[in-house]
């Protein structure tokens, strides 16, 4: 995998404030990545690093080969941001608004103007900004962002205000640009959306990295329970069955649903044990650690530690 951003061992320091502290990562290309941390965690930051906007008080990056922050950085046109509150001049249409980005990136405007209608705002481009609803907004920010099909894609709580069908596009669209080799960052604090959809997770908290993996791989470093549910046949609302091992960790959940807590070495055995013959197991569903769960296990941790 060919690495298109290069952080490296990165501070950013507001006076006494230290937004980001010694951070160091690579983004490959062809790359959808979380970005995840509470308000303050340095993920804007980071973003803002990585553009060029601002530079580092310590420590190196590199963005398609070059620094950003220099004024000769020939990969510029080749970033998309779309920044968490999105702001235009609301006298223009979405349409003026569109050209207007596409001059800028010197991209040609016919294309740039077809982007609307992927954003599903087609019907809307002739309309002045100040009339669009906050989600409206968040599209035309987005179609901006994809002006000239870019390299890399930074995205800070980019389904803000968006409804969950333009969420299933939104996420579909940029499925589609990293499986043609686009680095795609994304921020957000909906981790439920990100779950399924992000083949890499950073976790920041304070400025600081504190975990940096796959979902599987962070649900290996963590080895939090998986949970183990159970619709079984013929107990009553507080009864535990009679077969489960001792030392089991267990619960009933609306009165129907036997819960069991399983270690990672245990699964296994904990499933042979409720689908063994002659138990009355209707059905089994296992639950993995979520990633909502694995970002307050690794924040707790950093907080132990620091």
Known sequence: M???????????????????RGASF???????????????????????????????????????????????FSGRRRLGYLPENVSFDAALTGRETQAFYARLKREPIAKALELLDTVGLGVAAGRRVGTYSKGMRQRLGLAQALIGHPKVLLLDEPTTGLDPELRQTFYEIIARLAAQGATVLLSSHSLTELE???GRVIIMNRGVKVADGSIERLRNIAQLPTRIRLKVAGLSPAELPPWLPSGATCRRLN???VEIDAAPDRKIELLHCATAAGN????VDVVQPTLDELYVHFLGQAEVTS
């Not at 965690?41 to 220099?70: Q, Y």
């Open 2 to 20: 060919t690495g298109t951003v290069r952080v490296t061992d990165v501070t950013k320091e507001y006076g006494q404030v230290k937004a980001v």
């Open 280 to 283: 009355s197991v209707e059905d």
């Open 196 to 198: 399924e959809r992000a």
């Open 26 to 72: 690579e983004l490959g290309q062809g790359e959808l990545v979380a970005l995840i941390g509470h308000n303050g965690a340095g993920k804007t930051t980071l973003m803002k690093l990585m553009l060029g906007l601002i530079r580092p008080t310590g420590g190196s990056i590199e963005v398609l080969g070059d620094n950003p922050a220099a004024g000769e």
């Open 255 to 257: 009165g129907h649903i």
